[in-house]
């Protein structure tokens, strides 16, 4: 059997004592404060009043020696109050219930409540889902319930740093921004290529210089030399005579030599 025990006030609810179904008897208008006040814990009555929900208590119990029961929270959203219940595409295919519940949490700005996480292919299009799950291939549905309060706030930068920590990919820039950023870094790549070369260029310059000035290097008697290689010879250097050919014979010979007469 089936019976509502708590918060069940004015009768507005009907529970079916056989198949457990919970009706509504009459419309729902909210309680004003006061009567909240005599009637509600004051725990409870700050949960309903940032919900905005009716919170109802059932028991499910036999008709055996001895009777087993147990308890359970029913929570009824009405239509105008802040609540909704949407359904979201998540990475992963069981991915962790809590992390899920906090990412929705940010990225919608209300409190979350998940009802069901289940599989999903892809296959087939969920309406009025959103997508937060990238270019991620193991995806999972997740539905759940949101509930707002009168000033809910949705921060950019905690979603950006929720999403990249649970490995999500949310890349929202455009094709042309996408083009600019690859155009920077490739002009950024080059510009270093440019400044290596200078310091590669200029570092073989120096050398050169003080290859030119230090002694023990070969270009420092090389630069100092007349024809580049006498002076290198060791010994005392020897003037040795150019013969010429003769007037009379036309053959080279030592007598008629250009010598300086001695």
Sequence with gaps: RYEL????????????????ELKLTSALVRRAKSTRQRRQTSQQQQGQQESEVFVLTARAFDLGVPVRFSTTTI??????SRTRTMTFIVPGHDPDRAKVQETLADVTG????????????????????????GDSKDRSLVLATILYDGDSVVDIAR???????????????SQDERSAILYKAENRVLFWLLIFLAILLALGILTLLLCCICPWCPLYAATRSRNGWDEEKPGRRIDRPIPVPSRRV????????????H
């Design 5 to 20: 025990i708590y918060g069940n006030y004015e009768n507005k609810f009907e529970l079916h004592p056989i198949t457990g």
């Design 75 to 80: 929570r009824v959203y009405p239509p105008e």
């Design 110 to 133: 209300g409190k979350v409540i998940i009802q069901e996480i289940r599989p999903y292919s892809g296959t087939t299009a969920v309406p009025g889902a959103t997508d937060i799950g």
């Design 159 to 173: 979603i950006q740093q929720r999403l990249s920590v649970n490995g999500t990919v949310t890349n929202a820039i």
């Design 250 to 261: 036309g053959n080279l010979e030592e007598d008629d030599t250009l010598t300086k007469p």
